[in-house]
């Protein structure tokens, strides 16, 4: 568990989604999802890098959300690679798509199209 806060206070990198780390994902190749540490899927197809990559360049850090008003769950863990390197990390509370963690704060995300996990879902389930 210790390891989980560890991920969600030093490797979490991004503001207002990944917009700040928009030239370091223009050579990723590979995106790995992680549930605790289990890994779910690794995605390397670059037609589908390139729209996970355009849907959280396009998605909007919302309001904080107050700890009162949800349950802090184990990070669902997406981890962007260049060739072996890591290049980005996205933190989410659990499975929860629309609430994303940042310096051990738990913000909204606001989508301008299809949200991360309906992405998935399409592309796990076709």
Same mark, same amino acid.
């Given at each position: ?55 959280? %360049? /396009? ?5 904080? !959300?107050?700890? *009162?008003?949800?349950?802090? &769950? =184990? ?25 994303? %963690? /940042? ?5 909204? !995300?606001?989508? *301008?199209?299809?949200?991360? &996990? =309906? ?8």
């Amino acid at each position: 568990m210790k390891k989980g806060w560890l991920l969600v206070g030093t490797l979490f990198l991004l503001s207002g989604c990944i917009n700040s780390g928009e030239n370091k994902l223009s050579s990723v190749n590979r995106v790995e999802v992680r549930f605790g540490e289990e890994v779910k899927s690794t995605i390397e197809e670059p037609e589908d890098v390139e729209q996970l990559v355009d849907i959280l %360049l /396009k998605a909007k850090r919302g309001n904080l !959300v107050r700890e *009162e008003s949800y349950v802090l &769950s =184990e990070p669902l863990v997406y981890e962007f690679y260049e060739g072996d390197q890591l290049v980005q990390t996205v933190l989410f509370n659990g499975e929860d798509t629309t609430r994303i %963690l /940042k310096g051990g704060l738990c913000y909204e !995300v606001e989508y *301008e199209g299809i949200s991360v &996990s =309906e992405w998935y879902e399409k592309l796990i389930l076709p």
